[in-house]
């Protein structure tokens, strides 16, 4: 079963699903400043574009391109700078 997310007034959306693999999303993200909150593990992968990612404990951003991952664990918030529309898979373990 498909499960479509909406945050931030429309400006990120993601599908959600299980496989093999597990609970993954996969989305996109509008230019912006964001913050998110995790319930579990968090392995995001950049599909498309850059994400500028502030992780927890963090006073540096890092720049991701595609097919780079960042990891945040479980009950953290990180931020998130776009510049220009980017997309993402997550991997929830």
Same mark, same amino acid.
């Given at each position: 079963?498909?499960?479509?997310?909406?945050?931030?007034?429309?400006?990120?959306?993601?599908?959600?699903?299980?496989?093999?693999?597990? $609970?993954?999303?996969?989305?996109?993200?509008?230019?912006?400043?964001?913050? *998110?909150?995790?319930?579990?593990?968090?392995?995001?992968?950049?599909?498309?574009?850059?994400?500028?990612?502030?992780?927890?404990?963090?006073?540096?951003?890092?720049?991701? $391109?595609? *097919?780079?991952? *960042?990891?945040?664990? $479980?009950?953290?918030?990180?931020?998130? $700078?776009?510049?220009?529309?980017?997309?993402?898979?997550?991997?929830?373990?």
């Amino acid at each position: 079963m498909l499960k479509v997310n909406e945050y931030y007034d429309g400006k990120v959306k993601s599908i959600g699903f299980e496989n093999s693999d597990g $609970k993954i999303t996969t989305g996109v993200m509008a230019a912006g400043e964001y913050e *998110f909150g995790t319930n579990t593990i968090e392995h995001m992968t950049v599909t498309s574009g850059e994400l500028v990612v502030q992780l927890p404990g963090q006073n540096e951003w890092k720049t991701y $391109k595609p *097919f780079e991952t *960042f990891v945040v664990e $479980k009950d953290k918030k990180f931020k998130v $700078k776009v510049s220009a529309p980017a997309a993402y898979r997550c991997l929830y373990l």
